[in-house]
């Protein structure tokens, strides 16, 4: 069995909310979108080469409060874990400082709209050399 690619499609409480996001912080292209009504229900974004994600209207019979989507963290490698915490905070957003975890990465944490966990990190070794 080969795989191609794995793309994560993420459950949102409001996909428009979802785009501006993804697009005007984070600096994503919008890829796909599918309206009902002039309302987005799905969107696909990309980021450089590799980095795909896809958000899609959550379950009206899902019953958890919007931000508590805890039970995934999208993990980035940048090249640089500073100057995405520059452009973040740049963006308007509170970001906290950089830590350096017990397994060796420089990493910074931030929330998206509906609570999921982003996460950038790049290995602290080389960032030493």
């Known amino acids: 069995m080969k795989f191609q690619s794995m793309v994560p499609m993420l459950a949102v409480a409001d996909v428009g909310r979802s785009i501006h996001f993804y697009t005007q912080t984070l600096g994503f292209q919008l890829m796909g979108l599918l309206e009902n009504g002039g309302k987005p229900f799905w969107a696909r974004f990309k980021a450089d080469e590799d980095v795909e994600l896809m958000v899609t ?3 009206a019979n899902d019953d958890r409060a919007e931000g508590e989507f805890r039970d995934v ?3 980035f490698y940048p090249e640089s874990v500073e100057r ?7 963006s308007g957003m509170v970001v906290g400082k950089t830590v350096v975890t017990f397994y060796g990465m420089n990493e910074i944490r931030i929330t998206d709209p ?4 982003l996460c950038f990190g790049e290995n602290a070794q080389l960032q030493e050399a």
Request: proline share 0%.
């Open 57 to 59: 209207t959550r379950d």
């Open 73 to 75: 963290v999208l993990y």
């Open 84 to 90: 995405v915490r520059a452009h973040l905070i740049d």
């Open 114 to 117: 509906d609570g999921y966990e």
